[in-house]
């Protein structure tokens, strides 16, 4: 059983930043891709950042350049960096294994930006 547990959320201002975290159970890791997702009050939840076993990323377009995703094989977790942040960005954030797929979800951190 794949377990995720997120963590780092908070309420910042515009502009201020938040460094995420994804603490990953149950699971080889270091090959998995590994995704960060979000849903926002009234929103489905969607994708936001992407990172392979070998690091390399993929994100959205409403968040490139402010948001880097990266982890760190030894410790099985996943960090998502988040700077410039907009009020557009609250939401609860969650991480997922994208590959091998796996439908489980953590409990996801808050994620609120002020104006």
């Known amino acids: 059983q794949v377990q995720l547990v997120e963590s780092g959320g908070g309420l910042v201002q515009a502009g201020g930043s938040l460094r995420l975290s994804c603490a990953v159970s149950?699971?080889?890791?270091?090959?998995?891709?590994m995704g960060w997702y979000r849903q926002a009050p009234g929103n489905q939840r969607e994708l936001v950042a992407r990172?392979?076993?070998?690091?390399?990323?993929y994100y959205v377009d409403s968040v490139k350049g402010r948001f880097t995703a990266s982890r760190d094989n030894a410790k099985k977790i996943v960090y998502l960096q988040m700077n410039s942040l907009k009020p557009e960005d609250t939401a609860v954030y969650y991480c997922k294994q994208d590959y091998p797929p796996r439908d489980y979800w953590g409990q996801g951190t808050q994620v609120t930006v002020s104006s």
């Open positions: 990172i392979d076993g070998s690091g390399r990323t």
């Open positions: 149950g699971s080889t890791f270091s090959t998995n891709v």
